[in-house]
């Protein structure tokens, strides 16, 4: 796999850059570019942040270790998270996510043998008022069932 952004890529980068009085503020942005664009931050991506953003590997090693966002490993192409603090884990939430790993076999930031199903249980999503709440990769599905969830994976190509 090579490792380069393309160039409107990198002039997405450069605007990133542009908008903070220290360049290296645009690191949060460009590895979220470098996560939708490989999928996960490897040693080697990151690596190249660092050298596109002119920064030691180290600090952005420590960004994105730091942040649960980032993934430090390969995730299923339908990444499932479920909120479990107190307002979900009322509403159903803890049993929405001990079913789904049931249902796949396996556990927290786990993926399935075929890649397709990950899962990840968050401490809180922000929105207690409908809870429970899960993400499908960046979408959002609040008040939701067991059901609902096996049916929202269910369409899922």
């Not at 979220?32 to 040693?43: C, E, I, N, P, V």
């Not at 249980?121 to 429970?132: K, L």
Request: aromatic share 10%.
């Amino acid at each position: 796999m090579e490792l380069l952004f393309s160039t409107e890529e990198l002039g997405k980068i450069e605007e990133y850059k542009s908008k903070y009085p220290q360049p290296k503020a645009a690191i949060m942005p460009v590895l979220w570019m470098a996560q939708t664009k490989w999928g996960w931050l490897s040693d080697d991506v990151m690596r190249y942040v660092g050298e596109v953003l002119d920064l030691p590997t180290a600090h952005v090693m420590g960004v994105a270790t730091f942040y649960t966002m980032y993934f430090k490993k390969p995730m299923g192409s339908h990444h499932l998270q479920v909120c479990t603090n107190v307002s979900c884990m009322l509403k159903g939430g803890d049993d929405i996510f001990e079913n789904m790993k049931k249902k796949y076999g396996i556990g927290h930031n786990e993926t399935t043998a075929d890649g397709k199903i990950s899962i990840e249980e968050v401490e809180c999503m922000g929105a207690c008022g409908g809870a429970p709440m899960i993400a499908i990769n960046e979408d959002f599905h609040e008040n939701v069932t067991f059901e609902q969830v096996e049916t929202l994976l269910a369409s899922l190509a």
